[in-house]
C-alpha cells in the first residue's frame, strides 16, 4: 500500500512576496528603473506554493511569467506595491526580494517633457518612496515572519545588519551586487543570511536553488507557530 502522503509544511500559511523593480514615471514615456530581473522573488514565491502556501505576489514590471499556483498582482511603482501588499494583510510572512526604486520625481509631468531650444535639460527633482519592508516590519498587523533582502556594493554583513533592525525584519537575505555577473539579472545568486542569532554563509547556487531553501527555512520557522 502507499504510505499517506505528509501535509504539506505551508499549508493554511498565507505568504506575501514582492519581486522584481518598481517603475517610477518621470512623464507618460519616460521611467526611472533598475536592473531586477524578478527571477529570484519569482522563484521564492513558486517555492513557497510549492511547499503548500496561499501566495501572493506583488510584481514590479518585469519580463519572467507569473509563476504557476501564485496569485499575482502586477503594479508599476513603489506607492502602489506598499498598497497592495498592505491590502493584502494579515498574512503569516511576506518576503521583500523587489528592488524598490528608493526615489520617484516628486512631479511626474502629465504630458511629456519636450526638447526646447536654448533651454537647457530639466532637473528632476527626486522625493523618497515608502519603504514598504520597514513598514510592514514595525506594522500594527506585522506578519509572523518578515524577511528582507539586501543588495550590496560594499560593507555586505554591516549594512545587512543595520538593516535588519532598521526594518524590523528577521532576517536579511543579503547578495553582494558588485559581483562579476552578479545577482542582479543573472541566474545564479550567493546570498548570506543575516539575523539576531548571526550570519550563515550559502555556497553559490541557481536562484531556484535559492528559493527551494529559504522556503525551507521559513517552512521551519512557521512550524513552530499556530495557524
Ligand atoms: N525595500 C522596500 N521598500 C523600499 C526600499 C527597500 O521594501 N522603498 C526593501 C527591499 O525589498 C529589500 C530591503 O528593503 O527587502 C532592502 O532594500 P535595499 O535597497 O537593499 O535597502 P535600502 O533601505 O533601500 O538602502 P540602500 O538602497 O541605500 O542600500
Ligand atoms: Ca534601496
Redesign the pocket.
Known amino acids: 500500500a502507499e504510505l499517506a502522503s505528509a501535509p504539506a509544511p505551508l499549508s493554511g500559511r498565507k505568504i506575501i512576496v514582492?519581486s522584481g523593480p518598481?517603475h517610477e514615471p518621470i512623464d507618460p514615456v519616460r521611467y526611472i528603473a533598475n536592473r531586477s530581473s524578478g527571477k529570484q522573488g519569482h522563484a521564492i514565491a513558486e517555492a513557497l506554493a510549492g511547499l503548500g502556501a496561499e501566495v501572493l505576489l506583488v510584481s514590479g514590471p518585469v519580463n519572467v511569467p507569473d509563476p504557476a499556483g501564485v496569485r499575482t498582482i502586477h503594479v508599476e511603482t513603489?506607492r502602489a506595491?506598499?498598497q497592495a501588499?498592505e491590502a493584502a494583510l494579515p498574512a503569516d510572512a511576506a518576503?521583500?526580494?523587489?528592488?524598490?526604486?528608493?526615489w520617484r520625481s516628486d512631479a511626474a509631468a502629465g504630458e511629456k517633457i519636450k526638447k526646447v531650444a536654448g533651454e537647457g535639460p530639466p532637473v528632476l527633482r527626486m522625493v523618497?518612496?515608502?519603504?514598504?519592508?520597514?513598514?510592514?516590519g514595525h506594522h500594527a498587523r506585522r506578519p509572523y515572519l518578515v524577511?528582507?533582502?539586501?543588495?550590496?556594493t560594499q560593507d555586505l554583513v554591516a549594512?545587512?545588519k543595520a538593516?535588519l533592525k532598521?526594518?524590523g525584519?528577521d532576517f536579511?537575505?543579503a547578495n553582494d551586487v558588485s559581483a562579476e555577473g552578479g545577482a542582479m539579472g543573472g541566474d545564479r545568486n550567493r546570498v548570506r543570511i543575516v539575523s539576531k542569532s548571526g550570519v550563515d554563509d550559502w555556497p553559490e547556487m541557481s536562484k531556484q536553488e535559492v528559493a527551494r531553501r529559504l522556503a525551507a527555512v521559513i517552512a521551519g520557522r512557521l512550524a513552530t507557530v499556530e495557524v
Open positions: 514582492t518598481t513603489a506595491m506598499m501588499v518576503v521583500f526580494v523587489a528592488a524598490v526604486a528608493d523618497e518612496n515608502p519603504d514598504i519592508l520597514a513598514t510592514i524577511v528582507g533582502f539586501a543588495a550590496e549594512n545587512a538593516k532598521r526594518k525584519a536579511i537575505v
